[in-house]
């Protein structure tokens, strides 16, 4: 709903004021919602794990967890599909640009892509007394909680989410960290290695 929204008031299909607002001034070049003939070749596979736990190239097929259809390959689609919640592809550098401008409150390379204030709205707690497991919501991020800090180690108050295909990442104010951890895989029996992986980047930290 929202990315319709704003193709009304911008009058420009969703991708264009993607492309024109916050990929372009980013340097996000490899970040789209369907690839561009030349980069449709970079596209990683999506592997998956069979009742064995043993790795399979994933093809569009009903999977063991009884999610029809799963197209790994829609990137490299004619797609005309431009859903302001979930589709766009990228890469870890992309992907690591945006966080820091995140991190930066909204400013990246001298260039300011979000105010301020937009910025600490998403970090703040917007779900009041409903909980997301250990942590709150804010606008497009988890908020990690004092109880979650003493599961993984990571500061309250910082910013979480990961995608369906074992994806995940973090952007922590306190310490100024982003990181991320991605495995392209799903679905993935060995889930816990996200947290773990937060527990060894802290436990690396000099203060």
Do not use: C
């Not at 180690?153 to 951890?181: H, R």
């Amino acid at each position: 709903m929202l990315g319709h929204l704003i193709e009304r008031v911008s009058n420009q299909p969703l991708d264009k004021f993607l492309r024109q607002y916050i990929l372009d001034p980013l340097g996000m070049n490899d970040t789209w919602f369907y690839l561009p003939d030349r980069k449709k070749n970079r596209l990683v596979a999506l592997h998956s794990e069979d009742s064995t736990g043993h790795l399979f190239v994933m093809k569009k097929t009903k999977t063991e967890t009884g999610i029809d259809n799963i197209d790994p390959d829609y990137p490299k689609a004619n797609g005309k599909m431009f859903a302001g919640g979930a589709g766009l592809v990228s890469t870890a550098y992309d992907y690591a640009i945006f966080m820091q401008m995140i991190l930066n409150g909204g400013t990246y390379n001298g260039k300011r892509i979000l105010s301020a204030n937009s910025v600490r709205m998403m970090s703040a707690n917007q779900i009041g007394d409903l909980a997301v497991g250990d942590n709150k919501f804010g606008l497009g991020f988890a908020i990690y909680t004092d109880k979650a800090f003493a599961r993984t180690g990571v500061t309250a108050g910082s910013l979480d989410w990961g995608g369906a295909f074992s994806s995940s990442y973090w952007i922590d104010p306190e310490k100024k960290i982003v990181a991320q951890f991605f495995l392209n895989q799903f679905p993935n029996s060995h889930a816990d290695i996200h947290d773990k992986f937060k527990i060894q980047v802290y436990a690396a930290l000099n203060e």
